[in-house]
């Protein structure tokens, strides 16, 4: 019988899985919506829907380049000793190959997109949250593409707790830009250069820091020489260009770059959970709750 949306929305709704899978369940099945749970139940995909709800904010961030074209990726799962585990690990690295290969818009068309087994990204997440056991998510990748006279920079910290990919254009030093990524994954920058950043942000800072200066009884004629002197530390703390360098302190990282005939292109920084909601478990509590029972 024809498959159709409303079919696929209803067993959505009962079992939580993905459409891709629904959409499978119910051809398999005929249309059966009995059986296609059942047959999402045996494929292990509705205990995956069942961990929908759980936080998932620990994980791998991981970086992988192949000719000119490379990409960073966060994929997250419920514990840190999750993201140790091997399965875990193979499970990203497909996942960024993948990316890397078909490049897609966003995420979910990255979920919705086809393996070469034939299933999609999604159903192979799904088949390794029921062999692994917590929920597992594609939280964000970015592919980045360079010239020929341009270097990848790749960096993990911690075992993938923060991965960075730098691009330098004007040579094809892969140790430099791993320098640079390096820095950036210690540092944490959030611009390149002072251009970047937006006016507003800076006028916000400029009318802080003369308020601060006022508050502290300093004449009103010299305030604005200082705010423009404490405005350049503000851009040294947020600016890639104007950090000290961490491996040479002596020199600021766009001097040292400059100095090896490259600049910077871009970056991007993945910290493992940044921004994410985040399970507090306090496991005396937990021990407790199952004593009273």
């Known amino acids: 019988m024809a498959i159709t949306a409303s079919m696929v929305k209803e067993l959505r709704e009962k079992t939580g899985a993905g459409m891709m899978d629904c959409k499978k369940a119910l051809t398999e099945t005929d249309g059966d919506m009995d059986?296609?749970?059942?047959?999402?139940?045996?494929?292990?995909?509705?205990?995956?829907?069942?961990?929908?709800?759980?936080?998932?904010a620990e994980g791998l961030a991981?970086?992988?380049?192949?000719?000119?074209?490379?990409?960073?990726?966060?994929?997250?799962?419920?514990?840190?000793?999750?993201?140790?585990?091997?399965?875990?690990?193979?499970?990203?690295?497909?996942?960024?190959?993948?990316l890397l290969e078909k490049n897609p818009a966003d995420v979910e068309a990255a979920l919705a997109g086809e393996m070469e087994n034939g299933t999609t990204l999604e159903s192979y997440i799904?088949?390794?949250?029921?062999?692994?056991?917590?929920?597992?998510?594609?939280?964000?990748?970015?592919?980045?593409?360079?010239?020929?006279?341009a270097a990848f920079g790749e960096y993990l910290h911690m075992g993938?707790?923060?991965?960075?990919?730098?691009?330098?254009?004007?040579?094809?030093d892969a140790d430099l830009a791993k320098d640079i990524a390096m820095h950036v994954a210690a540092i944490n920058p959030n611009y390149i250069s002072r251009d970047e950043v937006p006016a507003e942000e800076a006028d916000r800072e400029r009318e802080v820091l003369k308020q601060q200066a006022l508050n502290e009884g300093k004449?009103?004629?010299?305030?604005?020489?200082?705010?423009?002197?404490?405005?350049?530390?503000?851009?040294?703390?947020?600016c890639l260009l104007d950090q000290e360098f961490v491996k040479d302190t002596d020199q600021k990282v766009g001097k040292y770059v400059e100095s090896k005939g490259a600049s910077v292109k871009t970056f991007i920084?993945?910290?493992?959970?940044?921004?994410m909601e985040k399970r507090d478990d306090d496991f005396a509590d937990e021990v407790m709750s199952q004593v009273k029972k």
């Open 35 to 56: 059986k296609a749970i059942d047959y999402l139940r045996e494929k292990g995909i509705s205990k995956a829907a069942k961990k929908a709800d759980r936080i998932a």
């Open 62 to 98: 991981y970086v992988e380049s192949e000719g000119n074209r490379a990409v960073i990726v966060e994929v997250n799962a419920e514990t840190d000793f999750v993201a140790k585990n091997e399965n875990f690990q193979t499970l990203v690295d497909t996942v960024a190959s993948f």
């Open 126 to 149: 799904n088949d390794q949250i029921a062999k692994i056991g917590e929920k597992i998510s594609l939280r964000r990748f970015q592919v980045v593409e360079k010239e020929d006279n």
């Open 160 to 172: 993938g707790r923060i991965g960075v990919l730098s691009v330098l254009e004007g040579t094809t």
């Open 219 to 238: 004449p009103e004629k010299i305030v604005e020489k200082m705010v423009e002197g404490r405005l350049n530390k503000y851009f040294e703390q947020i």
């Open 269 to 275: 920084r993945y910290e493992v959970g940044e921004g």
